[in-house]
């Protein structure tokens, strides 16, 4: 099947949706990435409220401990960003050129047939409910608008299973916005260290990002159409709160975003955010227990508030500064 797929009401609703976004944004660049966004029917480029420079928030994590012999920095990042922003500083080029290795999110996606299979294997389930039924029928009005200007044809979204679909909508979302996942900054980090012939690993595969979406339990996966759904109209304000906290390194906003939405579900924050961060940390002390320099690249979500994976490391004993 050929899929041509493209990720707030009031104050309250906008930072809720935009977290949604923030979690959401690596798998959007996915499957933006991947080739299989629709095709943006925005007339006119978007004028987004966003800072074009900034400094966004880095960290240094040195041991304390004698098996603790490597150094790491640590950056937030956004995945899917606007033309022309100037996110690196002086700072951030010295940590680089001292990194020996960079450690992302998920290492593959430059395979864009093997990641378009990955997710339609995921994706596609058969017996499917109709997509217009796993919304409230007060929502299928609204509904009907968010899938006739993703250009998603309604029967691809039916075979979809609910994570997906919400996925795809609110990725054509971010198309129609004018963000390009070329310009995401891990994109612009693997073409870095590769040009300087350095090494490039991932803490996920391709299959295990999806995977947490896709074993979702159905309730968690609706409640997150819906909130694509019903959080549409404001994709603007919510990217331009989500962009301006981060590219500003203001923390404590990204957190009070992070406190709000999806992840306000115990089980949802455990599955998408928290186990996620465990793992990462212990992977990270593995390295950390070996001579070298890491630039850690990850989502800013995942660095951020009482479960980021700086916290972890720091409970292992690592002294971590926040640099910028």
Same mark, same amino acid.
Not at 52 to 76: D, I
Not at 139 to 162: C, G, Q, W, Y
């Given at each position: %099947? *050929?899929?041509?797929?493209?990720? /707030?009401?009031?104050?309250?609703?906008?930072?809720?949706?935009?977290?949604?976004? !923030?979690?959401?944004?690596?798998?959007?660049? %996915?499957? %933006?990435?991947?080739? !299989?966004?629709?095709?943006? =029917?925005?007339? #006119? $480029?978007?004028? !987004?409220?966003?800072?074009?420079?900034?400094? $966004?928030?880095?960290?240094?994590?040195?041991?304390?401990? @004698?098996?603790?012999?490597?150094?790491?920095?640590?950056?937030?990042?956004?995945?899917?960003?606007?033309?022309?922003? *100037?996110?690196?500083? $002086?700072?951030?080029?010295?940590?680089?050129? +001292?990194?020996?290795?960079?450690?992302?999110?998920?290492?593959?996606?430059?395979?864009?047939?093997?990641?378009?299979?990955?997710?339609?294997?995921?994706?596609?389930?058969?017996?499917?409910?109709?997509?217009?039924?796993?919304?409230?029928?007060?929502?299928?009005?609204? !509904? =009907?608008?968010?899938?006739?200007?993703?250009?998603?044809?309604?029967?691809?979204? =039916?075979?979809?299973?609910?994570?997906?679909?919400?996925?795809?909508?609110? /990725?054509? +979302?971010?198309?129609?916005?004018?963000?390009?996942? =070329?310009?995401?900054?891990?994109?612009?980090?693997?073409?870095?260290?590769?040009?300087?012939?350095?090494?490039?690993?991932?803490?996920?595969?391709?299959?295990? +990002?999806?995977?947490?979406?896709?074993?979702? $339990?159905?309730?968690?996966?609706?409640? %997150?159409?819906? /909130?694509?759904?019903?959080?549409?109209?404001?994709?603007?304000?919510?990217?331009?709160?989500?962009?301006?906290?981060?590219? /500003?390194?203001?923390?404590?906003?990204?957190?009070?975003?992070? *406190?709000?939405?999806?992840?306000?579900?115990?089980?949802?924050?455990?599955?998408?955010?928290?186990?996620?961060?465990?793992?990462?940390?212990?992977?990270? #002390?593995?390295?950390? +227990?070996? @001579?070298?320099?890491?630039?850690?690249?990850?989502?800013?979500?995942?660095?951020?508030?009482?479960?980021?994976?700086?916290?972890?490391?720091?409970?292992?004993?690592?002294?971590?500064?926040?640099?910028?």
């Amino acid at each position: %099947m *050929n899929l041509h797929l493209s990720i /707030s009401r009031r104050y309250d609703q906008i930072r809720a949706m935009t977290y949604i976004r !923030l979690l959401l944004g690596m798998f959007a660049a %996915m499957v %933006m990435g991947a080739g !299989l966004s629709a095709c943006s =029917n925005t007339a #006119d $480029p978007v004028q !987004l409220d966003t800072a074009s420079e900034g400094k $966004p928030s880095l960290w240094k994590v040195t041991g304390t401990r @004698p098996e603790q012999t490597g150094t790491a920095y640590m950056f937030g990042t956004i995945h899917i960003l606007p033309k022309d922003v *100037n996110w690196r500083t $002086p700072l951030l080029e010295t940590a680089i050129s +001292q990194s020996d290795e960079l450690i992302i999110e998920v290492l593959g996606l430059e395979d864009t047939v093997g990641t378009a299979k990955i997710f339609t294997k995921l994706a596609i389930s058969p017996d499917q409910p109709e997509i217009e039924t796993r919304v409230k029928p007060s929502l299928r009005a609204d !509904l =009907n608008s968010v899938i006739d200007k993703s250009k998603i044809p309604t029967f691809a979204l =039916n075979r979809m299973e609910s994570w997906a679909a919400a996925l795809s909508l609110a /990725s054509a +979302q971010s198309s129609n916005l004018g963000l390009d996942a =070329n310009e995401g900054v891990e994109k612009k980090l693997v073409a870095q260290f590769g040009k300087l012939k350095k090494p490039i690993v991932g803490l996920e595969t391709v299959e295990q +990002q999806l995977g947490y979406f896709d074993t979702l $339990p159905e309730m968690q996966q609706r409640a %997150m159409l819906t /909130s694509v759904v019903e959080e549409a109209a404001d994709a603007k304000t919510s990217f331009e709160d989500l962009f301006n906290a981060w590219i /500003s390194g203001d923390g404590d906003a990204i957190v009070e975003i992070s *406190n709000t939405g999806i992840l306000e579900d115990p089980e949802t924050r455990e599955k998408l955010l928290v186990a996620r961060n465990r793992d990462w940390d212990e992977q990270l #002390d593995r390295k950390l +227990q070996k @001579p070298g320099t890491y630039f850690v690249a990850v989502g800013t979500a995942h660095l951020v508030g009482p479960d980021a994976v700086q916290v972890m490391l720091e409970k292992r004993g690592y002294k971590i500064e926040k640099i910028q």
